[in-house]
């Protein structure tokens, strides 16, 4: 079958797995080199389809991208400031990060709506505000915005909601600004503190990422540089919960513990053994695992992007789970597909619950988005039989060479 998973469960898994480049970091970092005057290098940069959709922006734009190994160098000399219609940007959400890169390079810029996960309503209204507050106009016309602007001029933007996409955008949209921006209550994730920490290398002044209060000083041109992206959190999460599910030892290297601080401490809740290292963690076969219960927050609080994932281990822990997800309320569509495998799954008007241990049997089930995808993994993985994850596209946007990384521990996986 095209586009399918397919994996025949019951194996233990053992041995290492590294952790690829933040998606959710690099989805910023590279719509953020149209701003350099000058070659830049990033390192680390996963092997998955977001990525190549941003190369093909960046194509559009004129900018040129080559590949070796794991790094890309972009070379944005000869960049032109196309209108974005390309189909690629309807692709994933984050190509609207050239809205905020280009209106702060050029004042000016066209781009058709974007696309990505479908997990409830995902408005832009705090991007566009941050735009506006910064002197810029917004017209939305036939399915594109047109965001323009004489000039930037520094401002206080005060954010309703901590987004992490309109953090970053609106970072992104003020390094040119005229005198200082300041963002309040901004994200704190830390594929923020990436994008500072590689803007601030290209000559931009910004300070307080990871806290609530962003500072930007503009400046008047920024130059190319040598970055190399984090590790990804939820690729990290999403392995270290697979262990906690069929791992006889696990170990997962190149992952920042401090950034998965909610998740470990409701492992261990869960009863998971775990040896947390330095710049590794590892997983031991675990028994009697306890139900517990979460709710989604912003960073530091418990990922929304874990919940899916954590809901097929909860299928395996004794009593009932409970999941609140307060960023995205209606992320639950894997809750159907995991019943299809025989999990015992209710849903509430604002949470949902797991009662466990069951079972899971190999059936056809749906990655109706990315995380969804990995949640059935793990459950394919654990399931008795064959269980085919159909749509598995969606999972290639944000887990590189899942299937080998799974082979190499010993799963059966096509
Ligand atoms: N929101 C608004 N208005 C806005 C922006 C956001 O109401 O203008 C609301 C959203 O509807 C949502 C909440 O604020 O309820 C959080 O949205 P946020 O802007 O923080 O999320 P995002 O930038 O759209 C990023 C990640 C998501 C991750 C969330 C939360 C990227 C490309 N995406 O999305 O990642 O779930 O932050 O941490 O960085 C994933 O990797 O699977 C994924 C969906």
Do not use: W
């Not at 507050?133 to 000039?151: H, M, P, Q, S």
């Not at 987004?163 to 005198?179: D, E, H, L």
């Not at 799954?345 to 069951?358: A, D, H, L, R, W």
Request: glycine content about 8%.
């Amino acid at each position: 079958m095209d586009d399918a998973i397919i994996i025949k469960g019951g194996k233990k898994l053992n041995g290492e797995v590294r952790i690829s480049g933040s998606k959710n970091a690099t989805v910023a970092l590279i719509p953020a080199t149209v701003l350099a005057d000058g070659v830049m290098t990033i390192f680390d940069v996963p092997n998955i389809s977001d990525v190549g959709a941003l190369i093909t922006l960046l194509n559009e734009l004129n900018v040129k991208v080559t590949r070796k190994a794991n790094h890309l160098i972009i070379d944005t000399e000869n960049i032109k400031n196309v209108t974005l219609d390309h189909e690629a940007v309807s692709k994933l959400r984050a190509s609207y990060y050239f809205m905020g890169a280009l209106l702060g390079r050029y004042k000016y810029v066209k781009i058709r709506m974007s696309g990505g996960c479908y997990l409830g309503p995902r408005p832009i209204n705090l991007h566009l505000k941050g735009f506006e507050a910064l002197g810029a106009t917004v017209d939305y016309d036939d399915g594109y915005y047109i965001i323009k602007a004489d000039e930037l001029i520094g401002t206080n933007i005060y954010l309703d909601f901590a987004s992490v996409g309109a953090t970053i955008n609106i970072m992104m949209a003020a390094v040119f600004a005229k005198g200082r921006t300041v963002i309040e209550n901004a994200a704190k994730e830390p594929e923020i503190i990436d994008l500072s920490s590689m803007l601030n290398k290209m000559g931009a002044k910004i300070r307080g990422a990871g806290t609530n209060e962003i500072v930007i000083d503009g400046v008047e041109r920024l130059h190319g540089c040598n970055h190399e992206i984090i590790p990804d959190r939820i690729e990290s999460g999403t392995y270290i919960i697979m262990a906690a599910a069929c791992a006889e030892k696990m170990r997962i290297v190149n992952v920042i513990p401090q950034h998965l601080e909610s998740l470990l401490l409701k492992l261990e809740e869960m009863g998971i053994k775990m040896n947390i290292g330095i710049d590794y963690i590892e997983v031991f076969a675990s028994k009697n695992l306890k139900g517990v219960e979460i709710k989604t927050l912003p960073y530091p609080g418990f990922a929304t992007d874990l919940q899916q994932p954590l809901s097929a281990l909860m299928t395996q822990a004794f009593g009932v789970s409970k999941v609140r997800d307060t960023i995205y309320p209606e992320r639950t569509k894997h809750l159907h597909e995991l019943a299809l495998m025989g999990a015992d799954v209710e849903k509430e008007s604002n949470s949902f619950t797991i009662t466990g241990p069951t079972p899971l049997k190999g059936t056809t089930v749906t990655a109706t988005d990315l995380r969804c995808g990995a949640s059935l993994v793990i459950a394919g993985l654990l399931a008795s039989g064959e269980t085919i994850i159909k749509d598995a596209y969606h999972i290639y946007r944000g887990y590189e060479n899942i299937k080998e990384k799974l082979k190499s521990l010993g799963a059966d996986v096509e």
